[in-house]
């Protein structure tokens, strides 16, 4: 088990009499993240509305801040429990098999326009084996391919933009890792949060992108960036790109300063808590939609004809 002490403080000065804001900064609530202990501070008496996205987690904090300066911070511990699994064993799902709630991680949005790259993908990978070693050989092709580089990309920059340019940031990896799985019809998703294990040559922690890829019933995850451990990441939202999960949504004039964000690794060998580290087994902190399960106690009531 992982625990994870961090915290994230967001600055802005509202320019008009008030402006609203929807912010995911709550870690999601998943059947293997548990929040140990959390506060949210605001420099202003506003309402908070928290809401929780049922089908997976995902939190969003809505307030009202009014004229001048607006500063919201949350603290917390979260311990992360992995499901490990063998890459060998892990397949992927034929489309007939997948529950109708995954399509739109197999379908083409905003920042993956997975229907431009079917050539592509078929032809750097069509003729490996399905399964795990064909998403890590999409997610290495996804790293050699494309430069790390802060201030690279703009909210618009899409995968065919990465695609074309060689250079990114985390989120740009992410979309092109999925836009490529999609094109094979693997489902694939955004996930947003922040990490531990970054070296610290690339400068103060900030918001981080990774992807998730349905395999064997799970969603496992994968970090085409290769920033840090999959074992240090922290999930805030889960979308089907970065449209989905923005740490902060913004209706009204105000500006901003850069977040400043914080986190450590508790170390507890007694107690189960071990430090985020690379390893070469395939983890997962999402399991199977319950439609999954639902569709296939559908099918066995159903009768049968001979």
């Avoid at 987690?57 to 004229?67: D, E, F, H, Q, V």
């Avoid at 092709?141 to 933009?161: E, H």
């Avoid at 990441?233 to 500006?255: E, P, Q, Y």
Wanted: hydrophobic share 40%; charged share 20%.
């Amino acid at each position: 088990m992982v625990r994870l002490k961090f915290s994230i403080e967001l600055g802005y000065t509202i320019l008009d009499e008030s402006c609203d804001f929807l912010f995911n900064i709550h870690p999601a609530l998943t059947e293997s993240q548990h929040v140990v202990s959390e506060t949210v501070t605001i420099s202003q008496p506003v309402e908070q509305h928290l809401f929780v996205q049922k089908d997976d987690g995902t939190r969003w904090l809505k307030i009202r801040g009014n004229n001048g300066p607006l500063v919201v911070r949350y603290d917390g511990v979260v311990e992360i429990r992995h499901t490990v699994a063998q890459p060998a064993a892990l397949e992927e799902t034929p489309v007939v098999d997948l529950p109708m709630d995954l399509f739109c991680y197999i379908y083409p949005s905003r920042y993956c326009e997975s229907d431009r790259f079917q050539a592509l993908a078929n032809h750097e990978f069509g003729e490996m084996s399905p399964g795990y070693n064909r998403v890590v050989a999409i997610r290495d092709w996804v790293n050699k391919r494309t430069k790390f580089t802060s201030g690279s990309s703009g909210a618009s920059t899409s995968a065919l933009d990465t695609l074309t340019d060689h250079v990114g940031v985390c989120r740009d990896f992410a979309h092109l890792m999925i836009a490529t799985c999609r094109a094979l019809n693997m489902p694939a998703r955004f996930v947003s949060g922040i990490d531990y294990g970054a070296d610290p040559a690339m400068g103060p922690s900030d918001f981080h992108a990774y992807v998730e890829v349905f395999l064997s019933c799970r969603w496992y995850l994968f970090d085409p960036s290769g920033v840090s451990p999959t074992m240090g990441l922290l999930r805030l939202g889960t979308g089907r790109d970065a449209a989905d999960v923005s740490f902060a949504n913004i209706f009204g004039a105000a500006t901003s300063a850069i977040p400043v964000i914080t986190i450590e690794a508790i170390e507890d060998p007694q107690h189960g808590l071990v430090l985020p580290v690379h390893q070469a087994n395939a983890l997962s902190t999402a399991g199977a939609p319950e439609s999954l399960f639902t569709a296939a106690d559908e099918a066995a009531d159903m009768p049968s004809h001979i």
